[in-house]
């Protein structure tokens, strides 16, 4: 039986929210021919990181779902847009 890749398993998940370096190689290496995962730009300092920053935080904070769970806990979208300074 193989193996899910760490970026599917709490092995690649980083528990402040996103995917940790592991979890990002795991998807890269999943996934040829796209281009990579970086990791979060929550303080840009270039022009190109400023964009990724809006563009995620645009896209992520549209997305439907609680931002907290049954157990008043914050999901992971929280998570991720509290990580990107959304």
Same mark, same amino acid.
């Given at each position: 039986?193989?193996?899910?890749? @760490? ?13 940790? @370096? ?65």
């Amino acid at each position: 039986m193989a193996k899910t890749p @760490a970026w599917q398993r709490k092995e690649g998940k980083d528990p402040k929210g996103g995917l940790n @370096a592991a979890g990002r190689a795991s998807y890269n290496k999943a996934n040829p021919g796209k281009p990579g995962l970086k990791p979060p730009a929550p303080n840009p300092k270039t022009k190109a990181d400023a964009g990724r920053k809006a563009s995620f935080c645009a896209r992520m904070g549209g997305m439907p779902g609680p931002m907290k769970d049954e157990k008043g806990k914050p999901t992971r979208k929280a998570l991720s847009l509290k990580a990107w300074n959304c």
